[in-house]
């Protein structure tokens, strides 16, 4: 059975960093597509970010291009996502996810794509 657990969350102040990590069991996953996704109260979930299975190709959401940075070290079965400059919108619960194909979804935005998800990580900024 996969599992996915995420860490790294916490409570920072507008125009600091955190570093959240991902950790995969159960299966290999490095043959899959990852990514991040967030959801704040009463919004959609957000793809934030992914990465393709060799960490070769990316994606941004244009909210996020310039201040965070998707990586995965396919021998711990980790994905990471480094975040800098947060602004208080950042806020949300952030979510690990595997896709359902090599490289980073056609839609890497959708949440249709990925087929396993964590139980998510709270980043609150504050202003």
């Known amino acids: 059975q996969v599992q996915l657990a995420e860490s790294g969350g916490g409570v920072v102040q507008a125009g600091g960093s955190l570093r959240l990590s991902c950790k995969a069991s159960?299966?290999?996953?490095?043959?899959?597509?990852m990514g991040w996704f967030r959801q704040a109260p009463g919004k959609e979930r957000e793809g934030v970010a992914a990465?393709?299975?060799?960490?070769?190709?990316?994606f941004y959401a244009d909210s996020v291009k310039g201040r965070f940075t998707i990586s995965r070290d396919n021998a711990k079965n980790t994905m990471y996502l480094q975040m800098i400059s947060l602004k208080p919108e950042d806020t949300a619960v952030y979510y690990c996810?595997?896709?359902?194909?090599?490289?980073?979804?056609?839609?890497?935005?959708?949440?249709?794509?990925?087929?396993?998800w964590g139980q998510g990580t709270q980043v609150t900024v504050s202003s």
């Open positions: 990465v393709s299975w060799s960490g070769r190709s990316v």
């Open positions: 159960g299966r290999t996953f490095s043959d899959s597509a």
């Open positions: 996810t595997i896709g359902r194909t090599k490289g980073i979804p056609v839609r890497p935005d959708d949440p249709r794509q990925y087929e396993y």
